[in-house]
Structures are given as structure tokens and as C-alpha cells.
């Protein structure tokens, strides 16, 4: 559930895992079961997610990690072409770095 | 009296709120003008609008150019944020672009008292600053001018092609100048826009809804011989066939032979036969029909959005793109209704919506909150007063001058 990870550092297969989870959250588990849903998963193209969904998905992240990472701050310095082309590998990345 | 000239673009949806404000506008003794590149609205405008149309002196390809801004935002399915680089860079600024000298040529010809252009029409703003001309903006689709906290780079984006359209007509300021400092119109209600501050130049004046002329045909026998619940799908006009199908399909498993009454808008033609509960036009009358549904499901077009609100009815909004998400959020964060997503929904799923919206009276609560919002704020006199207000303390300022 969403609380705030006490655990050591995530390796990036488990925030991997992690956001998989989030993202059946967002959009529904009959939907990502559909997906083929890998690092190179951009959230526009290939999750179809709107900037809505996009929005609750950084709700999650934030929910989960706190103060540790600040996700939002992050999304919120992406410009238009940046958002259309974040795929899932970037936000590993960043989660990862951050940690 | 006083002149009066809305610079509209092409798209009903930002049009048919200037009729209804031109309209009150005629009524009160003024001249009201429109300037727009498609010809085919004079045949809608109130008695005694002024069509002023923009046309070049012709050769052809700028002739073909004018026509192809007409229905350019069909011309392709753009889905999520990717909608929006579509519709700046390929639809907004080349129709701003293209739109610029005949809109500065008409103002010279109707020498109007006051300006009153379409948040999207970036290039009225600029004719009016530049021809020192008051004017005032008239926000058909108030989603553009929130921004999105999370996403603030997003507004950014779309203001700096804006700027540089500025920029390019010899507006050297670094800000957008299309919310115009005398008066900005948001055709909303606060309770629906939702919080923001706004400075006082920004007035909210609820809907404002436009009644059409002219009756369209409704097999009103069929909607009344049952008792079931009533609801009405329209998804607006702006896919292709295969989306079209595609959409119904779902809808016709959802809710054909139960217990409800669909209307549907769609042209009939798209399926051999549809299921005998369906009554499905090609066009209908919309307001007219409102106050008889139980339910709507939409694509998240402000219009419809609001109309709906206006009847205090819930709705479930499945948006396709440009500002409909940020419609849809707000429809679902005022309890006013469900969202599902385009491309992923399922025809259980939209059933389930349907019912959810019907069933728990929670929804429809949260609708006649809205509606009483709208009444208050006032719509089209409200409107219509404001621009007044502008229009002579405008021309007080002229005389002292």
C-alpha cells in the first residue's frame, strides 16, 4: 500500500516491480495485463496515459518514497516534449539516483 | 450605442457563446460585427450581425490556405498531451499566423469601440494592441488558462508559442497578452473552474449558452413512451470511421435491450441496426432534450460539459484530448460525475459508470451544486453587462483624452 518505505535501497528490478504496481493502480489491472509493460514504455505512447493519470501515478511515487525523492519537483521541470517522451527506464533511473 | 466586434476561430464550440452575447448585445441598440475566416457563419448569426469576413486578395493558394484552417483540427486523432503540440503548432499558430492582416484590414474598415476576441485567437489581441484598439477576451475553454500545478511547464510551453507569435507582429513584451488586462471573460463559475488566483481583470460569467434558431427533428414519442432511465451519448465529431465504430460498439454492448433509453449521436448509418432501446440522429436537439435525461455521457467538450451542469444532470466523461482531461478532472473532483479513459475503456466498464452516476444520488447532489453555481454567476446578461461597462468607460476615457 501507499506508506512510506522504511527498507534499504531498491535495486532498480524492484522499482521496476514498484512501478509496475503503481501504474496497474492508475490505470486498472485488466489494462496492464493487457500491456506489455517494459523500461522502454513511454507513458503517452504506449500507456496511453493521460496528463491526468500522470499526475495520480506522481501521487503514488510520492505517497510511497516522502521527502526522500522529489518526484513531482522533477515531473514539474519537464517541458512538453520532455513529458511525451518519459518512459518508465527514466523514472527507474532518477528513483534509483535519488535513493 | 457603441461597436462591438467578436474575432472568432473556426470552431463552433468557441463560436456559438459570442452568438448568444452578440445577440443581447444587438438587442440593447449596438452594432456587433464578426470577424472569422468561414464564410458559411453569416447564415447563423443573430439579426443584424455584421459578418466580416477575412479574405485576401486571392491567388489561389491563399485562398486554399484560408479553407484548409476551416476543419484542420479534424483532419487528425491526436490523443493526451500529444494533443496539445498538435493543436499550437499545427492548428493555433498557423491559423493565428494566416489570420493576422485581415483581421488588422477589418478593423480599420469597422472602426470598432471595443475588441472582443477568442483566448485562442492570439492574433485579435495582437491586431487590437497594435491598432491601439480596447479589447477584451472572451475564454471559451477555460482549461487552457489553469495551470496545472504538477505540470506548470506544460502552460508554459503553450504561452511561449504564443509570445512568439507576439514577437513576430511586433509585440516585444515577455508575457502572453492574449487575457486582456481590461476584461477576461471566463465562461465558467468558480466553483466549476476550481481554485486559482486570478486577478480582478478575470470575470467569471458562468455559461454562456446558445439557444439555435432553428428546430431540429426529435422522435420525442419514443423517448417518452418508457419509464426507464434516459441517457444521451454524444462524443463529439472530431474522429475517424473506425474510431467512431469502434466507440458504438462498446456502447451498444453496454446498453443494448436494457432496462434504459439510450440517445445516442451518431450518424445512423455506421451500423446495420442498432438495438430497439437506441434512438440514434445524426444531430439532436440538445437543450431542448437536457431537461428530459436522467444521465449524459461526453467526451468533455466545455459546451456539453456545461449544458449538462446547467440541467444539474451527472455525467461520465471519457476525454479524448486537448483539454478534455482537465474537463474531466474537474467533472470527477466536483462529484458531478465518472471518468473513464478513451482507448482503454470497455463496454462493462462504461455500464458500470452509467449506473454508478444513476444510482447514487450523490452525483446529480453535486450537479444542482453546480448548476446553482452557474445561475449565480449569471451567463449571458452578465456577459453582455460587463462588455458595456468596458465598452463606455472606454470611450469616457477617449473624451477625456
Redesign the interface.
Known amino acids: 500500500m501507499d506508506t512510506v518505505a522504511s527498507t534499504g535501497k531498491l535495486n532498480k528490478e524492484e522499482i521496476f516491480d514498484l512501478m509496475k504496481q503503481f501504474i496497474t493502480e492508475v490505470?486498472?489491472e485488466?489494462?496492464v495485463e493487457e500491456m506489455d509493460i517494459t523500461t522502454e514504455s513511454s507513458f503517452?505512447?504506449d500507456l496511453?496515459?493521460?496528463?491526468?493519470?500522470?499526475?495520480s501515478f506522481?501521487e503514488k511515487i510520492k505517497a510511497h518514497f516522502g521527502d526522500q525523492i522529489d518526484f513531482?519537483g522533477w515531473?514539474?521541470?519537464?517541458?512538453?516534449?520532455?513529458?511525451?517522451n518519459l518512459n518508465l527506464g527514466m523514472i527507474i533511473n532518477y528513483i534509483y539516483e535519488c535513493q | 450605442m457603441a461597436k462591438f466586434v467578436f474575432i472568432v476561430p473556426p470552431l463552433t464550440g468557441h463560436i456559438n457563446p459570442t452568438l448568444s452575447m452578440g445577440a443581447v448585445l444587438l438587442e440593447r441598440g449596438h452594432r456587433v460585427g464578426w470577424i472569422t475566416l468561414d464564410e458559411s457563419l453569416a447564415a447563423r448569426l443573430p439579426e443584424g450581425g455584421e459578418l466580416l469576413h477575412i479574405s485576401y486578395d486571392e491567388n489561389d493558394e491563399q485562398k486554399r490556405e484560408s479553407e484548409q484552417y476551416l476543419d484542420i483540427i479534424t483532419k487528425k486523432i491526436v490523443?493526451?498531451?500529444?494533443s496539445?503540440?498538435f493543436l499550437y503548432e499545427e492548428v493555433l499558430i498557423p491559423l493565428n499566423r494566416h489570420s493576422y492582416d485581415g483581421i488588422i484590414h477589418l478593423l480599420d474598415q469597422f472602426e470598432p469601440d471595443l475588441v472582443i476576441t477568442d483566448h485562442q485567437m492570439f492574433a485579435g489581441a495582437i491586431a487590437a494592441t497594435n491598432k491601439g484598439l480596447p479589447y477584451a477576451t472572451s475564454v471559451t475553454a477555460p482549461a487552457a488558462i489553469k495551470v496545472?500545478?504538477?505540470?506548470?511547464?506544460?502552460h508554459?510551453?503553450e504561452m511561449n508559442q504564443v509570445i512568439g507569435l507576439q514577437q513576430e507582429f511586433g509585440v516585444d513584451v515577455p508575457t502572453p497578452i492574449v487575457c486582456s488586462d481590461l476584461l477576461t471573460m471566463v465562461l465558467t463559475s468558480q466553483a466549476f473552474f476550481g481554485d486559482m488566483e486570478l486577478t480582478p481583470n478575470f470575470r467569471f460569467t458562468g455559461p454562456v449558452i446558445n439557444r439555435p434558431a432553428t428546430k431540429t427533428a426529435f422522435d420525442w414519442d419514443k423517448l417518452k413512451e418508457s419509464n426507464n432511465p434516459k441517457i444521451l451519448i454524444s462524443i463529439g465529431t472530431t474522429f475517424d470511421h473506425e474510431h467512431k465504430k469502434s466507440f458504438f460498439s462498446k456502447v451498444i454492448e453496454a446498453f443494448g435491450n436494457e432496462d434504459i433509453t439510450a440517445v445516442v449521436v451518431s450518424d445512423p448509418d455506421l451500423f446495420e441496426q442498432w438495438p430497439a432501446n437506441f434512438i440514434v440522429q445524426r444531430h439532436v436537439p440538445q437543450l431542448d432534450l437536457l431537461p428530459h435525461l436522467d444521465a449524459v455521457v461526453c467526451h468533455g467538450g466545455h459546451n456539453t460539459v456545461c449544458e449538462t451542469l446547467s440541467n444539474g444532470l451527472p455525467m461520465v466523461v471519457i476525454?479524448i484530448a486537448y483539454d478534455q482531461?482537465?474537463v474531466?478532472?474537474r467533472v470527477v473532483r466536483t462529484g458531478a460525475g465518472e471518468?473513464l479513459?478513451f482507448?482503454?475503456f470497455?463496454a462493462h466498464h462504461l455500464k458500470e459508470a452509467v449506473n454508478t452516476v444513476l444510482n447514487n444520488p450523490a452525483y446529480k447532489e453535486s450537479a444542482e451544486v453546480i448548476k446553482q453555481s452557474f445561475l449565480e454567476a449569471g451567463g449571458t446578461a452578465t456577459a453582455a453587462d460587463l462588455l458595456e461597462q468596458v465598452a463606455s468607460k472606454q470611450s469616457l476615457e477617449v473624451l477625456k483624452n
Open positions: 490505470i486498472g485488466e489494462f503517452t505512447k496511453e496515459m493521460d496528463s491526468i493519470e500522470i499526475v506522481s513531482t515531473l514539474s521541470s519537464m517541458d512538453l516534449d520532455q513529458l511525451i | 490523443y493526451g498531451i500529444d496539445l503540440k496545472m500545478e504538477e505540470l506548470p511547464k506544460v508554459e510551453w476525454p482531461s482537465h474531466a478532472g471518468r479513459n482507448n482503454r470497455k
